[in-house]
């Protein structure tokens, strides 16, 4: 069964650093999202992107946060120099129409 | 105003007996999806079942069932015949319109079966 496929499962980074967060969605969908979770929160939506390009933000996707799709099948989410709040565990998801499919997530600590 | 409410935070099941898990929500916007997902222990999210707003039956999928009711503004999910592996955290979700875009979540219901 297709599958969405994030790494790494764990990161840790220190604050200042850069992350990537890398994703594979699955392959024939058309919609990819980041969404955040801090421990103990509710998900947050990020960002969508469609057709190459951001679809739509939310207002935690500041500057610090860019996303990508450098081939055909990656898509990553860039945080450029990470604070101590951006720990949290970090899915990806796609879609071809209907409902979203997650990834299993990246834990992010930030130190 | 929140836009889906789950005012459960915390349920115990007896294994094998159903359990509801509540979820309302609030738009005015004609086409919307709902969606549940679980959240076990080890993090990952998983889709467990969709309801779209003119979709005329409740949604089923296995043990899974959502109880639409579009008046009153609630999709709730009915587990029937619960098992020690529902034990999870239990997340309701709200599209809006007819993009693809944003899924807007409930604060989760963390679902505890006791053998």
């Known amino acids: 069964e297709p599958e969405v496929t994030q790494t790494p499962s764990h990161q840790v980074t220190q604050m200042g650093q850069e992350v990537i967060l890398r994703c594979v969605p699955i392959s024939n969908h058309l919609y990819f999202y980041w969404y955040r979770q801090i421990l103990g929160q509710k998900v947050e939506f990020l960002v969508s992107?469609?057709?190459?390009?951001?679809?739509?933000k939310s207002e935690i996707f500041d500057d610090q946060f860019s996303v990508e799709r450098p081939d055909g099948s990656n898509f990553t989410l860039k945080i450029r120099s990470t604070k101590l709040e951006d720990s949290a565990m970090y899915f990806c998801?796609?879609?071809?129409?209907?409902?979203?499919?997650f990834g299993q997530g990246t834990r992010l600590t930030v130190v | 105003a929140q836009k889906i409410t789950q005012t459960q935070p915390g349920m115990f099941v007896q294994e094998k007996e159903a359990v509801t898990l509540d979820c309302t929500y609030d738009t005015s916007d004609p086409s919307y999806g709902l969606f549940w997902y679980k959240q076990p222990s080890s993090g990952e999210m998983i889709f467990l079942i969709y309801?779209?707003?003119?979709d005329q039956q409740n949604a089923t999928e296995g043990r899974y069932s959502l109880n639409f009711q579009k008046a009153r503004k609630s999709a709730n999910l009915v587990i029937s015949a619960s098992q020690l592996g529902d034990s999870a955290m239990y997340f309701c979700a709200m599209r809006e319109g007819r993009r693809n875009y944003q899924l807007i979540w409930g604060a989760g219901t963390k679902l505890i079966i006791k053998p």
């Open positions: 998801a796609s879609s071809e129409s209907g409902e979203a499919f």
């Open positions: 309801q779209g707003s003119y």
């Open positions: 992107f469609y057709n190459n390009e951001i679809s739509e």
